[in-house]
């Protein structure tokens, strides 16, 4: 029971309702409930657990409500079938839910999941042969001193638009000071209503998040140096630095980091114009599930202690980039730790000068 005690421990508990078989060693039948923190539903989860766990053919959803069970058809080894219906994550307790003829709740698709954010985060869409062995791997100095002895290691994700993953970026102190100092601040993360001008609590986004604003700690000061060195970008505009804590079953849709153009309101908050770029460290490695999937693009990539991701949300342009859709994939097993550093366009004028070609 002790996984139940620590979901009801959480701020809000995402259900979840599916079927997990066991495909090697000894199985285990175990039986849960879950009582929501609204105290409106029950779910149960149904668990074949074994030493190894891993998953076969299985259904796995998310919801206030438990989601029609409709077998996959054609059930694969070692993977996971995020919703055999609509192939995809489908996000209930929202307005989501659609009204079967025969009166049942059926898991609908969030329409800002992005089409393929199911089939990503199942392992059923993976990035084609030939997009992935253009991609390479090098070590980069940028011309900084420092960097010729100690270069960064840089791993291509995606050719265009430009998605990177370096490795070994964030040190086992620096960590452990992140997860230490944001714990006691940790809230369930919010999303923005454009409607409202407010942030609230939806089910996009299952996870805690907490800020760290204290720009003078030595070790993100020394965070925020190295995003310029792997960047190459000013991060004086930047936002603080934000941790996010995702448990058992937490996830984050897919969306954008941008703020839309037309969201005034929100850039006119900022006064550091649009959100330039994005860098993405990983803090943990993470047992199952909880890739980061970019949903337009087909690329998916696995949390792996001290990597970071970057890439660019707006294009030279100054437009955001529609094709860097991206969310976090269900925790299946285990939790993830990320932190964010979101960076501006002020200062980045003659690091990045723009353009007014439409498609740049
Ligand atoms: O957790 C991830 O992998 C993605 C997080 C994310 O997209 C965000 O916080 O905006």
Same mark, same amino acid.
């Given at each position: 029971?002790? *996984?139940?005690?620590?979901? $009801? /421990? ?9 079927? %997990? $078989? ?7 039948? #175990? ?15 149904? =668990?074949? *657990? ?5 998953? $076969? ?27 055999? @219906? ?13 009204? !079967? ?11 800002? @999941? ?20 253009? %991609?390479?791997? #090098?070590?980069?100095?940028? /011309?900084?001193?420092? %960097?010729?002895? @100690?270069?960064?290691?840089?791993? =291509?994700?995606? +050719? ?11 040190? =086992?102190?620096?960590?452990?000071? %992140? ?6 601040? +940790?809230?369930?993360?919010?999303? *923005? ?11 996009? #986004? ?18 925020? #140096? ?15 630095? $934000? ?47 909880? !890739? ?15 990597? @970071? ?15 860097? *859709? ?29 353009? +007014?070609? =439409?498609?740049?």
């Amino acid at each position: 029971m002790d *996984r139940i005690r620590q979901l $009801q /421990g959480l701020n809000r508990i995402p259900a979840v309702c599916g079927e %997990l $078989q066991a495909i090697r060693g000894k199985q285990l039948r #175990r039986e849960y409930k879950l009582l929501l923190d609204t105290g409106a539903a029950i779910n149960i989860i149904k =668990e074949h *657990r074994t030493p190894e766990f891993s998953l $076969q053919g299985s259904m796995f959803s998310l919801g206030y409500k438990p989601c029609k069970h409709v077998p996959p058809a054609t059930p694969r080894k070692n993977s996971l079938t995020v919703n055999a @219906a609509t192939e995809e994550i489908c996000v209930n307790g929202d307005k989501d839910i659609k009204e !079967e003829a025969d009166g049942s709740d059926r898991c609908a698709l969030h329409p800002y @999941a992005g089409p393929k954010y199911g089939k990503l985060c199942s392992g059923e869409i993976v990035l084609p042969a030939d997009v992935q062995k253009k %991609l390479k791997c #090098r070590y980069v100095s940028r /011309g900084i001193p420092f %960097l010729k002895i @100690a270069p960064f290691k840089e791993e =291509e994700a995606y +050719l265009d638009p430009r998605i990177v993953v370096y490795h070994d970026v964030i040190y =086992e102190e620096e960590i452990e000071f %992140l997860k230490r100092s944001s714990k006691p601040m +940790l809230q369930s993360a919010k999303v *923005r209503n454009v409607k409202s001008n407010t942030e609230e609590v939806a089910m996009k #986004r299952v996870a805690s998040n907490a800020w760290i604003s204290d720009q003078a700690n030595k070790h993100v000061k020394l965070l925020r #140096r190295r995003v310029e060195d792997m960047t190459g970008l000013t991060a004086d505009t930047s936002e603080n630095l $934000q941790i996010v804590y995702y448990d058992f079953g937490g996830y984050y849709i897919g969306h954008f980091d941008f703020v839309k153009e037309w969201d005034t309101r929100f850039l006119e908050q900022f006064g550091t114009g649009n959100r330039i770029a994005t860098v993405l460290f990983y803090m943990n490695d993470v047992e199952k599930g909880g !890739e980061t999937v970019f949903t337009e693009l087909d690329v998916s990539i696995r949390p792996k202690k001290g990597s @970071a991701v970057f890439w660019y949300n707006l294009k030279r342009n100054g437009k955001g980039d529609n094709s860097t *859709r991206h969310g976090a994939c269900p925790i299946i097993s285990g939790k993830k730790w990320i932190a964010t550093i979101w960076l501006h366009e002020h200062g980045q004028e003659f690091i990045r000068p723009c353009t +007014l070609l =439409e498609n740049e």
